[in-house]
């Protein structure tokens, strides 16, 4: 039997699996991977074999092991349904690492400085011993198959700190798959035992929203402007962001980012009071990533808002919230997916033609389709 075995071309895997049953205890036969080889296939096998080796790469990511990481996070952006299921087995692997980063979304618009910002930001961090991950939300990804953070040569001294890991928005995907694919991602960097997590979406349509939803914090980053800049940002964001930065606040623009900052100032109090705000509003200061000023005061305010939420339990809450939201998500997501089969898209097109004929209206063709699916 041994002989078969090693003449098999996937003796490899086998190999592997049966050191990491030993290596956990069990006493599976050697002649299992063999009827498995016959009688399942090779993908069947070699995935047996990833699934067991799930236990050791959670430990290389809990030791800190950047590769690890990186293994994980293609893991876990792969939409092969092998690869979903070992995913979903790595994040249960590590949920209880009692490991917690401070979790913080960063939005704005293109020219607004967010590369520099982040990579000022980040070198200062990494300067007081903290370990910072920068991950990315980039809804035009989808449609471009490109990503935001896709040329690290935007943040060149951040990619070479050894302290700091910076991962583009996985690509070719629509804004939800993305979405569920970074916050999995900030859970692993959590579990790797970095202490700051940056998030950056590049500040159009959805995307702010699904950022906050994964966010202890969410700041919104600003350029100089006049009152025509404060009309054009929606109310919505101006909500949902936590402090609101002004940055570029330097040379001939400092003057216009003082107005700037002042101005919003006085909109975030006309706001409705929110009670996860010292105050009952947000706070507007401004900062220069190009000449660094500025940013260590942000940083004091992001860590004593975050130190008095938890205090007053809207930290815990806001947590519990967003992984009621996250499990909603993931629902409308599964549901979805089963809507992309072969079967289901010629279901769906035969319906469509009755629809368009007139023989049923389509709420109750979309009925019929979700009862078969």
């Known amino acids: 039997m041994a002989k078969i075995l090693k003449s098999h071309r996937l003796w490899p895997a086998f190999r592997l699996s049966i050191w990491t049953i030993k290596k956990q205890g069990a006493r599976a036969p050697v002649w299992t991977f063999a009827f498995l080889a016959r009688h399942e296939g090779a993908t069947q096998t070699t995935f047996l074999a990833g699934r067991m080796d799930i236990t050791e790469l959670s430990d290389r990511i809990i030791a800190g092991d950047r590769r690890a990481l ?15 299921a070992q995913a979903a087995d790595l994040m249960e692997a590590l949920k209880d ?4 980063a401070m ?15 982040i990579e000022s930001f980040g070198m200062m961090l990494t300067a007081q011993g903290l370990r910072v991950a920068v991950l990315a939300v980039d809804p035009s990804s989808a449609r471009s198959g490109g990503s ?10 951040l990619s070479r700190d050894p302290n700091a890991f910076i991962r583009p928005s996985p690509s070719r995907s629509h804004l939800g798959g993305v979405a569920r694919r ?6 692993l960097c959590e579990a790797a035992g970095f202490d700051v997590v940056l998030i950056e979406t590049v500040g159009v349509g959805q995307s702010e929203t699904v950022v906050a939803e994964m966010s202890d914090l969410f700041i ?11 009309q054009g940002v929606k109310r919505g964001i101006m909500e949902m962001a936590d402090i609101i930065l002004v940055n570029k606040a330097d040379g001939d623009l400092k003057p216009a980012a003082m107005r700037t900052c002042s101005d919003y100032a006085g909109a975030l109090r006309l706001l409705r009071k929110r009670p996860q705000d010292p105050e009952g509003f947000p706070k507007a200061m401004t900062v220069s990533a190009l000449r660094e000023d500025g940013l260590q005061t942000a940083w004091d305010e992001m860590q004593a808002l975050v130190d008095w939420r938890r205090a007053e339990g809207h930290f815990a ?27 289901a898209r010629a279901l769906m097109e035969d319906y469509a033609a009755r629809v368009a004929r007139g023989d049923l209206t389509p709420a109750v063709a979309a009925a019929q389709v979700l009862d078969r699916v």
Not at 97 to 100: K, L, Q, V
């Open 70 to 84: 990186a293994r994980a996070i293609t893991l876990i952006e792969s939409g092969r349904a092998d690869h979903r």
């Open 182 to 187: 970074t916050r999995e991602t900030v859970a």
């Open 317 to 343: 809450a806001r947590r519990a919230a967003q992984a009621r939201y996250w499990f909603g998500e993931e629902v409308r997501q599964a549901l979805l997916s089963r809507l992309e089969t072969a079967e």
């Open 103 to 117: 979790r913080i979304g960063l939005s704005g618009t293109p020219g607004v400085g967010k590369s520099t910002f």
């Open 97 to 100: 690492t009692g490991r917690e």
């Open 220 to 230: 919104l980053l600003l350029a100089p402007g006049g009152g025509d800049e404060l």
């Open 148 to 157: 935001i953070l896709g040329d690290k040569t935007r943040m060149e001294r």
